[in-house]
C-alpha cells in the first residue's frame, strides 16, 4: 500500500532542536519531488522546504531548517535547529508527481497524517 508515515515531532523549548521524518512506501520514492508543509491551527498549510528528485531544495526560509532525503531508505528528513514559538504547528510531509518542484500545497497531491511540533518559550 502506499503511504508517507511522519515521525519524530515532540515538544521542545525555543532554542532547541528537532529532526523529523518521513518514510514513504509503495512508490519509486526517488523519482518523485518530496515536500515539508506546516499548518497552524486556524491557518492555512505552508510550504517549509521541498527537494526534487536531484536534490535539488528551496525553503520559505534560509538558515534554521535543512532538507534531505535518502533513496535507499526511501525516508525525507527535516532537520530543524533553533527553534522558535512560532515554528509551533503541525508538520506534514508530501510528494508531487514528477521530479521538479513547486513550493504550492496544490501541487503535492499525497499527503502523510502529520507529526506535531511544539516549541515553547
Known amino acids: 500500500d502506499m503511504g508517507l508515515v511522519e515521525s519524530g515531532g515532540g515538544s521542545v523549548q525555543s532554542g532547541g532542536s528537532l529532526r523529523l521524518s518521513c518514510v514513504g512506501s509503495?512508490?519509486?520514492?526517488?523519482?518523485?519531488?518530496m515536500g515539508w508543509f506546516r499548518q497552524r491551527p486556524g491557518q492555512e498549510r505552508e510550504p517549509v522546504a521541498v527537494?526534487?528528485?536531484?536534490?535539488n531544495t528551496q525553503y520559505k526560509e534560509t538558515g534554521r531548517f535543512t532538507i534531505s532525503r535518502d533513496n535507499v531508505r526511501n525516508t525525507l528528513y527535516l532537520e530543524m535547529t533553533d527553534l522558535k514559538p512560532e515554528d509551533s504547528g503541525m508538520y506534514y510531509c508530501a510528494r508531487r508527481p514528477g521530479g521538479d518542484c513547486y513550493m504550492l500545497p496544490s501541487t503535492f497531491g499525497y499527503w502523510g497524517l502529520g507529526t506535531q511540533v511544539t516549541v515553547s518559550s
Open positions: 527537494i526534487d528528485a536531484w536534490q
Open positions: 509503495g512508490f519509486t520514492f526517488r523519482t518523485y519531488c
